[in-house]
């Protein structure tokens, strides 16, 4: 489905729980990124990774931590120290950073409860 | 960093006419400006983009204008139909110690009335 799969669709967290969001490419893709939506916010970076094993912060890192151990796998971690963690989450995928479209995952809406 | 506006938020147009979306930017160091499609419950998809070498990009009904002297990039849709209601981004990809940063506006919702 698009080659990049966000899992699980919809989440549910009590307050104070760590969760991981999960993100997997089969395209090849050497840059992936995590977005959050909001409504009238647009998309909001959170952090991206070019390469295995590096990643940068976004402009909304606060509260959220990834890993890039594989090429294929960008997972995104909501922490506890996240005031306002309820959104849409997007991940992406593009073939390098740069002057490349993004190709995107379904979202996970996580919900704090 | 960069900061992309885009206008208007929301736009309603009748089937048949032409809808215009607008986006400017702040770093003339971008270069890359891609245009995404959201229906409602679904992931952006790119539409179309434009790079900053090229004026103008076609595609069918949907164009794409670049002005770099002024930094604005405008999307257009002729003969609008039903199914061009969505939410619509701009975005604007700049280079920051060497890595690209891509930024989006903060959408418009398209309605297009049969």
């Known amino acids: 489905d698009g080659g ?4 699980p669709k919809y989440l549910f967290r009590k307050e104070g729980q760590n ?25 909001r970076l ?6 295995v094993n590096d990643f940068q912060k976004g402009d909304i890192a606060e509260g959220y931590s990834v890993s890039r151990e594989k090429k294929e796998s960008f997972p995104l971690t909501v922490t506890s120290a996240q005031k306002n963690p309820t959104a849409f989450y997007l991940c992406a995928s593009s073939i390098k950073q740069g002057d490349y479209g993004y190709t995107f995952g379904s979202g996970t809406r996580l919900t704090v409860v | 960093g960069e900061n992309v ?9 009748q089937e048949g006419d032409s809808a215009v979306i607008k986006c400017t930017y702040s770093d003339s160091a ?3 400006f891609p245009w995404y499609k959201q ?24 164009a794409v204008t670049l002005n770099k002297t002024a930094k604005h990039f405008s999307l257009h849709i002729t003969e609008t139909q039903p199914e061009d209601s969505a939410v619509y981004f701009c975005a604007a990809s700049y280079a920051s110690g060497g890595s690209y940063i891509p930024t989006f506006g903060r959408g418009t919702s398209l309605i297009v009335h049969p």
């Open chain 2, 5 to 13: 506006e885009q206008h208007p938020s929301t736009l309603s147009v």
């Open chain 2, 39 to 62: 229906e409602l419950g679904k992931r952006p998809q790119l539409i179309i983009d434009i790079r900053s070498n090229v004026g103008e990009k076609k595609d069918q009904r949907i």
């Open chain 2, 30 to 32: 971008s270069n890359y």
């Open chain 1, 46 to 51: 959170i952090y991206y990774s070019q390469i």
């Open chain 1, 19 to 43: 969760v991981t969001l999960s993100c997997e490419q089969n395209l090849n893709h050497d840059a992936m990124y995590w977005y959050r939506q909001d409504p009238g916010q647009g998309l």
């Open chain 1, 4 to 7: 990049i799969t966000q899992s």
